[in-house]
């Protein structure tokens, strides 16, 4: 059964940074993609991140670009995103996702990211003004 872990998330003021964390575990083969996703209050979900773990592509949400890194490891099985110059905008749930199975860029961040099969529980992100 695959297992998608996420951590790292936290209180911070705005001007600040996290790192957020995900591993996936329990896949049988090797994992296409992990993406970072979110939820705020009252609002739809959105992609953040993406990366093509079997080429190194990598994709943005155009509000994250210059302050957010999405970044994996060599095992191809975890993924980082390193959040700077957080702001209250910012607060949400994160969520961790991954898929085995190629997904077309233009749907890297599309939606709400039920194009990825497995995601974790979601970690809270609250910026303080």
């Known amino acids: 059964q695959v297992h998608v872990e996420e951590s790292g998330g936290g209180l911070v003021q705005a001007g600040g940074s996290l790192r957020l964390s995900c591993a996936v575990s329990?896949?049988?083969?090797?994992?296409?993609?992990i993406a970072w996703f979110r939820q705020a209050p009252g609002k739809v979900r959105e992609g953040i991140a993406s990366i093509f773990l079997r080429d190194g592509r990598i994709y943005y949400a155009d509000f994250v670009k210059d302050r957010f890194t999405i970044s994996e490891d060599n095992t191809h099985n975890s993924a980082w995103l390193q959040m700077n110059t957080l702001t209250p905008e910012d607060t949400a749930v994160y969520y961790c996702?991954?898929?085995?199975?190629?997904?077309?860029?233009?749907?890297?961040?599309?939606?709400?990211?039920?194009?990825?099969?497995?995601w974790g529980r979601g970690t809270q992100v609250t910026v303080s003004s």
């Open positions: 329990g896949f049988a083969s090797d994992l296409f993609a």
């Open positions: 996702v991954a898929d085995g199975s190629p997904i077309p860029p233009q749907y890297a961040l599309h939606g709400n990211g039920l194009q990825y099969r497995h």
